[in-house]
Every structure is written in C-alpha cells, then in structure tokens.
C-alpha cells in the first residue's frame, strides 16, 4: 500500500468504514441486518474467496483474520468475562471497526494473544 501514513488497524478500520459507509452515529441494524456481523463475515469472506476484494482490501481483511478467529473464539464462544462481552457487544459499528483495528495493532495473530488481550480489557474495566 503506497503512501501509507497510518498503522495498519487503523487502515483496516477506515477502510471497513468507507466500504459499509459506517457513520459515527450508524445503527446496529441496518435494513435488518447486523453491521458488525457483515463486518466479521467480511473478513471471512476475503479469506475463503480470494480476489473478492480489491488488493488493498484483501491485505487488510487478511491482517483481520487472526482477530476474527480469536474473536470468534473468545467474544463469540462465550470465553471472557461477561462485563467485556457486554462493552462489545454494545459497541456500534464504528467504535466495533475501531476495536477490529486496535486488536490488529496490538499485533493479535492467534487465540492465545486474543485471550491475553481480552484479559487486559477485563482488568482495564474492573480497575474503573
């Protein structure tokens, strides 16, 4: 990616916002369906079917892809503390986009540092 200026979650997270035209203030639901789980299933997606996305889009998707796995693992699985599955789950798709992006940046690439860094989330929201 030429020119590139940010970290690479932050791109994802600007990237994923332009393509679903994620607003600071857009819905959960939109046309009854869940913007964060059309995040996820994107990622998946790019995964399984490459060349679905453009190059770009592609190289972001698949910097997501340990982050999808452990989020799927851990959020989805129902492995982490319930007052961390409940601040995500409330999260809208743009904050959700943000948190994909700095699980990326914290340099998540399997389910065992997903799990240390949900662990972190839960004692960053306990100390509060």
Do not use: C
Not at 39 to 56: H, K, M, P
Not at 67 to 91: C, P, T
């Amino acid at each position: 990616m030429e020119g590139k200026t940010m970290s690479t979650g932050t791109d994802f997270a600007k990237m994923v916002r332009k393509y679903f035209a994620i607003g600071a203030r857009t819905r959960t639901f939109r046309a009854g369906r869940n913007m964060k789980d059309q995040i996820l299933e994107a990622i998946a997606t790019s995964n399984n079917y490459r060349g679905y996305y453009n190059e770009t889009q592609t190289e972001l998707f698949a910097a997501a892809y340990p982050v999808f796995n452990s989020y799927l693992k851990h959020v989805k699985g129902y492995r982490i503390d319930g007052m961390v599955a409940y601040h995500i789950e409330k999260m809208s798709p743009w904050q959700f986009a943000g948190f994909l992006g700095e699980m990326i940046d914290a340099g998540i690439t399997n389910a065992y540092e997903g799990e240390m860094y949900f662990k972190s989330m839960r004692e960053v929201a306990y100390a509060a």
